[in-house]
């Protein structure tokens, strides 16, 4: 018996049914996950849907916290269109957060650009981050996962040296950076929510970004970089500065990422600001099918879970990091669901030595 893998035509519905039955898929063990935790599943599933959409704090706070997902999961996808593994996201998000910070300290700039100010402080930041080692890439050719993935650990630790040092807040001694100036704080669009300025940036950036990939002539050229770098480059396409423009814009929507948290959320630097959002924006990427559009409900998703995994824990007793390891399996799944959606399985039965 031998076993092929034969690569199917592209289809957008197929993709879809993919992701899709990737999603079940992950409730299906998470429902084992809670069931092994000595909870009901349809108990914990009832919570977990109350918590993160019945309500207006429930529905504020997902959406809240679908934002930096959803611009993490953005970051993503532009790097991937060049074959750029950008798993900096993370540390990016921390550059962007501590970028923000500093400017919404700032009383020398007036009123009515502090948040102007920290927008753009924080998409500069996360860019330069991610320009780095894309620039190690395309001049050195050293592999861009191992050097985003140890950046972000360099970026932290930075982080906490710099908030347990000169950057620590005198007023409340505690490891955090100063609070930022009142007029620096994000406005919100509910009174008493967290919905902030941050969820329509997150909104309009997958709009940009679908706009621009499909739309422009660059979008293009990142397409065929992607595809085939040699046939770009033969297409006089310049492929090393696709890259860095690609890694400088993803960087720059994982930046935003932390800006958005410093300026709507936290109003300060802290050492836990990031719950492993950037790591998470592979999964919402991954999920969308590398689609800016469908990023949006598929960090409604995992935002949905990250919340209802919090309350399900005060509840019912459920550990916590069960929103860590569905994120996990919903990758796996993703991947998995992914490759039988592109190629069909053919089974040729042989009989001394010649197929039938």
Sequence with gaps: ????????????????????FAVLVSLAIMAFLILLAGANPLTGFVVMFKAAFLGKIAITETLARSAPLLLTGLAAIVALKVKFWNLGAEGQLLVGAMAAAYVGTLTQLPGALLIPGMI?????????????PAILKTRLNVNEVVSTLMLNFIILSLMIALLSGPWRDTVSNWPDSPDILPDA???TFWRGTRLHLGVVLAVLSALFVALFLRRSTFGLCMDIVGDNPVAAAHARIDVRRTVLIAALLSGAFAGLAGGGEVGGIQYQVMTSISSGYGYAGLIVAMLARLSPLAAIPSALFLASVMTGSDEMSRQLGVPSFLADAVQGITLLAVLICSQFARYKVHVSWTSHGRAR
Aim: glycine share 8%; no cysteine.
């Design 1 to 20: 018996m031998r076993i092929h893998m034969i690569r199917r035509d592209a289809s957008a519905k197929r993709d879809a049914l993919a992701s899709l």
């Design 185 to 187: 704080e994000w406005p």
């Design 120 to 132: 753009l402080a924080s998409m500069v930041g996360g860019g330069l981050a991610a320009v780095f």
